[in-house]
């Protein structure tokens, strides 16, 4: 029996680092002073995953029912550099997500596997997370943002030019995901997927919106995603 998978892809946001629940009470705090009636789980359930692009186009149309017309530049600019500043501000509070450095070395163990990120956050801030955590060791050149392909989560464009950068086929890569925009995307790009709830922002809910999406499976925290990713590596070897 050979080990499942050539690759594992990592998405970083509510996998690897804590942030997609940084900022989010005041971001709907803020988003309530211009007219919005969100809570942070309505936040959360719209545009968890999504690449900027996606992110603006919703809010901008969101924006645009509120104000029963379509919002000009200078508004919309306003309203969301303001939203990504309220979060910001926040941003000394993330984290890694608890247990994603044993999790890390685990992997890294794992015969002929290879890893990445793909991710739907713009290059620059990705890098920055993975710096500032200590895992640039780990992925080394491998660290893909959504600004590498065309179209972002739900489409499958980052997971398939992760895959080829590494070398493997989509096929044999499994995708970690927290987001069901993510695990679309993984699906679509035929690998397989498996969801992950251990971020600060999941809902009583999520393991749920991840199966619908199309996650395999589900895990509640690197401890089993680690014991799992060992079981997997003694039936190899039993079979070898």
């Known amino acids: 029996m050979s080990f499942p998978f050539d690759a594992i892809l990592f998405d970083c946001d509510g996998v690897l680092v804590d942030s997609e629940v940084v900022g ?21 359930r719209r545009f968890s995953g999504m690449r900027y692009d ?5 809010l901008r149309e969101a ?16 309203l969301i550099d303001g939203l990504i500043e309220t ?19 685990m992997v890294q163990g794992l015969p002929g596997v290879r890893i990445a990120v793909a991710s739907s956050s ?22 893909y943002s959504a600004d590498h392909v065309s179209h972002g989560k739900p489409a499958p464009d ?5 895959a080829t950068r590494l070398g493997v086929a989509a096929e044999r890569c499994l995708v970690i995901e927290d987001s069901a925009h993510g695990v679309a995307a993984g699906v679509a790009a035929e690998a397989t997927v498996w969801g992950f709830t251990g971020g600060g922002h999941c809902l009583p809910d999520h393991a749920e919106a991840l199966i619908d999406a199309g996650a ?24 070898t």
């Open 24 to 44: 989010l009470e005041d971001a709907a705090a803020y988003l309530s002073g211009h007219g919005f009636a969100w809570t942070t789980e309505d936040f959360i």
């Open 87 to 105: 979060r910001r501000a926040k941003r000394h509070t993330m984290t890694l997500v608890t247990g994603t450095e044993d999790l890390l070395r």
């Open 216 to 239: 395999e499976r589900v895990f509640a925290t690197h401890e089993q995603l680690t014991d799992e990713f060992t079981n997997l590596l003694s039936r190899r070897e039993a079979a």
């Open 63 to 78: 924006y645009g029912q509120i104000l029963g017309r379509d919002a000009d530049e200078r508004e919309f600019e306003e």
């Open 122 to 143: 713009g290059q620059a801030f990705l890098d920055d997370k993975i710096d500032r955590y200590g895992l640039r060791p780990v992925f080394g050149q491998h660290v």
């Open 54 to 58: 996606r992110f603006a186009a919703g």
């Open 158 to 162: 980052i997971f398939l030019f992760a």
